[in-house]
């Protein structure tokens, strides 16, 4: 099983360039996520989608764009990248929260902006 | 106030002993509660939900306290496995599939 799958896995950009992270889920979930991970402040939400079409800020929302091209597929774009953005960035998804709402990760995106 | 808080340890014991942690949330609303398990370098996963009445998987017990606004995790005989770090995860309404993670609780056993 696949689960969720998010690449690319490592990433060095230059301050200004852009990119995308990919993000799919074969598990027909409705939600899906963007978390980011930095050292001493745990995961925080980035944007979410509740269903296909739809997408919500989180925590930390400024600086990406999202897209929920279809029910699998959730991508993370940064526009212009900044080195404050240098993080592990997470992929997830979860069912609808009646049936239990297990949210699901991807294997993590590592990206350093120099 | 951050909406979901952990003591960020790290917690250094030695294999076999019983170790605790809690986790407090601040939105008295917060309808449902998760324990993830994280490894160095790792995605989260899920290692056990947190029902009203307490539950237990194996050397693992949950509890919850609505009226204090805390979730525990109890983990008994420890293993050198158990090193990670341990996140406590808050669903805020029932109808939302929105997580709030705690910045977690890092463990270590040592032989």
């Known amino acids: 099983n696949a689960g969720v799958t998010q690449t690319p896995k490592f990433q060095v950009l230059k301050t200004g360039q852009s990119m995308t992270l990919q993000c799919a889920q074969d598990?027909?979930?409705?939600?899906m996520y963007w978390y980011r991970q930095d050292p001493g402040m745990g995961l925080r939400l980035i944007y979410y989608?509740?269903?296909?079409?739809?997408?919500d800020k989180g925590e930390v929302p400024n600086g990406y764009n999202v897209s929920r091209l279809n029910k699998r597929e959730f991508s993370l774009r940064l526009e212009s990248a900044a080195p404050s953005q240098t993080s592990v960035y997470f992929c997830?998804?979860?069912?609808?929260?009646?049936?239990?709402?297990?949210?699901?990760f991807g294997e993590g995106s590592w990206l350093t902006v120099v | 106030r951050k909406e979901v808080e952990q003591d960020p340890g790290p917690f250094n014991v030695p294999e076999g002993a019983t170790v605790a942690f809690n986790c407090t949330y601040s939105?008295?609303?917060?309808?449902?509660f998760f324990w993830y398990r994280q490894d160095c370098r790792k995605e989260p996963k899920l290692l056990m939900s947190?029902?009203?009445s307490g539950n237990e998987d194996g050397r693992f017990t949950a509890q919850l306290n609505r009226a204090s606004q805390y979730i525990s995790l109890l983990i008994r005989d420890s293993k050198l496995s158990d090193s990670a770090t341990y996140l406590c995860?808050?669903?805020?309404?029932?109808?939302?599939?929105?997580?709030?993670f705690g910045t977690g609780t890092r463990l270590q056993v040592f032989p």
């Open positions: 997830a998804s979860s069912g609808r929260a009646s049936s239990g709402n297990t949210i699901y």
């Open positions: 598990m027909n979930h409705n939600s």
């Open positions: 989608s509740a269903s296909e079409g739809t997408t």
């Open positions: 939105n008295s609303a917060s309808q449902s």
């Open positions: 947190v029902y009203s």
């Open positions: 995860v808050v669903r805020l309404t029932y109808n939302t599939d929105k997580l709030i």
